[in-house]
């Protein structure tokens, strides 16, 4: 099992900067994949944004442009750059780290989550 633990969350003013880490930890060769999602109130959680091994990336169609998505390997350290924030961005922003085959995930794993607020 991974033990994932965000931090960074917090206020900012629409068209502001922000930026989230995850860090791993428990036996992180277990998953090949790690990523960002959100759940805003009264709505579903979404994918924001995905990294493989490989440093493949994927972003949601809303943020493309605006986030970044990375790692640092040697900290096992997941980040999230979030630019141009809009009120839109906010909710509760939560790391993800799971083994992917095809299509099935496997060792899926939570971090806490941490709010992201966006004032207009």
């Known amino acids: 099992q991974v033990q994932l633990v965000e931090s960074g969350g917090g206020l900012v003013q629409a068209g502001g900067s922000l930026r989230l880490s995850c860090a791993a930890s428990g036996n992180i060769f277990s998953i090949n994949a790690m990523g960002w999602y959100r759940q805003a109130p009264g709505k579903q959680r979404e994918l924001v944004a995905t990294?493989?091994?490989?440093?493949?990336?994927n972003y949601a169609d809303s943020v493309k442009g605006r986030f970044t998505i990375s790692r640092d390997n040697a900290k096992n350290t997941l980040y999230l750059q979030m630019n141009s924030l809009k009120p839109e961005d906010t909710g509760v922003y939560y790391c993800?780290?799971?083994?992917?085959?095809?299509?099935?995930?496997?060792?899926?794993?939570w971090g806490q989550g941490t709010q992201v607020t966006v004032s207009s």
């Open positions: 993800n780290g799971r083994l992917v085959r095809g299509s099935i995930y496997f060792n899926d794993s």
């Open positions: 990294i493989a091994n490989g440093g493949s990336t």
